[in-house]
């Protein structure tokens, strides 16, 4: 029972990142940024195949560098050459999957072996205890997480949240909507492309297909963060993405536990329940809508 | 100050929707000229805004702004020096963010190439709050709240506190106070000419009111078909009542001022 609830944490906590790539280039910039599934997968070849160098630390900076550059391609793609912004990162995305098989050697898994890793580094040492993993996974996120949040805090940061905003305005303000789209794209990919190196080297493995539909858990994430903890600052929606992440891994574990939903379905309960909570401004009003004309039929007598 | 010369464009060019909206348009604003535009329905008054705010390149023609040439400058390069208002009171404010956040945008305008990285300092917030006072709407004591909560005056307020807190060295206003119930149009009115006076920036300011168009600044021009048709300053545009403006306007153009609003407003 401990091991569930330790592994439910660490999945929650890396996976968290990826909640939060989303909080800013969906909730922020207002962009739905589909770079995110390859996006992760690059994090965790790159990750796990430097790794494999003998670089385990070198591997995680590689990796956010290798998940900024992808989403400079998207942001590339949407701000200079008029690409639709769900488009562009479909293109990348695509682009992605072969340069995903060449950093693996062209193959579609690679394994660590008996390399070293932040993991067994950390437990080599002996913090921590059996709570290693936690420790380490619970670290990287929280640190992420405080450094975007001084980050949106910042003059670049404030420009960013306003060019998601309103552009307009961000343009009389003599600021670049092309320079912050940009900035704000390669972040989000970095944080992604962070939590595919963290996963990479706790699973010791990278897999081509790792990635598939994490965009979508990664929002469903989010949204029951900001259903939990709400969204009334920076700070808390930071919070919220991690909250999210956390409960996500627990459901999924207590489906994988007693097979209340057969495990393989839980990608399609997840789409269900993302489209739901999006829908749910659209069907709020609908149903009022509705609840109007009935009240209306009523009083005319007809 | 500002120097256009011979700017023209056209819209849909090579389409059925082609659409010359100014042609040969010359324009020369001295320094502190305070310049009101009147014109018809499609006259070309918003869209010789946007040709000289850089919102797109002009066909034909250059923009200089004082002594540089800014015909292919960018919109966002152009902001630093240009302040603009629309009628959209939406517009010029970013809801979801606070009003401090919004002031340390615009804010940014001032600082030729500050850190990036830095932050909102208590010296900024402290200057923030003694222009807010000045607007006299209590948004002082409410700088941490989402700009989306204030009232569309407020929204306007603010944002020609944004466009001026920085001096700019040309403020376009665009019809800022039409879609402002009349007691908050007069106090963003009043406000505009106040910060205006104070700091003699040269302004383009584009009205319905035929009255105000008369009385605000010191140079009244008159657009029609993608020109300016009129342009009267000094003692004739002192001695000129509204009726006299419209019969000049018609002697320019050779038709009657068409604008769907401008009567309206005469009555009221």
């Known amino acids: 029972m401990l091991y569930v609830i330790q592994t439910a944490l660490e999945l929650g906590f890396m996976y968290a990142l990826v909640a939060m790539a989303l909080f800013l280039s969906y909730r922020i910039l207002d962009i739905a940024d589909l770079t995110t599934d390859s996006g992760f997968v690059l994090g965790a070849a790159v990750s796990v195949v430097v790794a494999a160098a003998g670089h385990p630390f070198l591997a995680v900076f590689a990796a956010i560098f290798a998940g900024a550059c992808a989403g400079f391609v998207t942001a590339f793609l949407q701000t200079r050459l008029g690409v639709p912004s769900i488009l562009a990162g479909i293109v990348t995305n695509t682009g992605l999957y072969t340069v995903n098989l060449m950093v693996m050697g062209w193959s579609s898994n690679v394994s660590l072996l008996k390399q070293a890793t932040l993991f067994t580094m950390l437990r080599d040492t002996g913090i921590g205890g059996s709570w290693y993993k936690l420790i380490l996974a619970a670290g990287v996120t929280v640190l992420a997480g405080v450094l975007l949040v001084w980050f949106l805090g910042t003059r670049l940061g404030l420009s960013i949240r306003a060019t998601g905003d309103n552009t307009d305005m961000v343009r009389a303000s003599s600021v670049n909507p092309v320079f912050t789209v940009t900035v704000g794209l390669c972040v989000s990919n970095a944080l992604t492309a962070l939590s595919g190196a963290v996963v990479g080297q706790y699973q010791k493995s990278a897999d081509i297909n790792s990635g598939t539909g994490i965009v979508v858990i990664g929002l469903a994430c989010l949204i029951i963060g900001e259903t939990v903890i709400g969204r009334r600052n920076i700070a808390v929606n930071a919070a919220a993405a991690v909250a999210g992440s956390i409960i996500y891994r627990f459901i999924y574990a207590v489906i994988l536990k007693t097979s209340v939903v057969p495990i393989e379905c839980l990608k399609l309960v997840t789409a269900v329940v993302v489209a739901l909570a999006i829908a749910s401004p659209a069907l709020k009003e609908w149903g009022a809508l509705k609840k109007r004309k009935m009240g209306a039929q009523q009083k005319g007598g007809r | ?268």
């Open chain 2, 1 to 268: 100050m500002l120097r256009l010369e011979n700017i023209k464009k056209t819209f849909n060019p090579g389409t059925v929707n082609e659409k010359c909206a100014i042609r040969n348009l010359s324009l020369h604003l001295a320094p502190g000229d305070f310049a009101t535009v009147i014109g018809s329905n499609g006259a070309g008054k918003s869209t010789m805004f946007g040709a000289i705010a850089g919102s797109f390149f002009a066909d034909e023609g250059t923009i200089i702004l004082d002594g540089e040439d800014i015909t292919f400058t960018q919109e966002y390069k152009r902001s630093r020096v240009i302040g603009r208002l629309f009628q959209d009171p939406l517009k010029g404010t970013a809801p979801h963010m606070t009003i401090e956040e919004n002031l340390a945008l615009a804010f940014l305008r001032a600082s030729t190439g500050t850190v990036p990285f830095s932050r909102i300092s208590k010296k900024d917030k402290e200057l923030f709050r003694e222009q807010l006072q000045l607007l006299d709407m209590g948004l002082e004591d409410r700088m941490k709240q989402p700009v989306g909560l204030l009232s569309g005056g407020q929204r306007q307020a603010l944002t020609l506190l944004m466009a001026t807190m920085v001096p700019p060295k040309l403020l376009l206003l665009d019809e800022h106070t039409a879609a402002l119930d009349p007691a908050t149009a007069d106090k963003v009115l009043e406000l505009t000419k106040k910060i205006i006076a104070k700091n003699h920036t040269t302004c383009l300011m584009v009205t319905h009111n035929m009255q105000q168009a008369l009385e605000l600044g010191n140079r009244t021009l008159m657009m029609d078909d993608g020109k300016i048709v009129l342009d009267v300053r000094g003692k004739e545009r002192a001695d000129m009542s509204v009726s006299d403006l419209l019969e000049r306007f018609r002697t320019g153009a050779g038709k009657d001022l068409d604008n769907d609003r401008i009567l309206l407003s005469m009555e009221g």
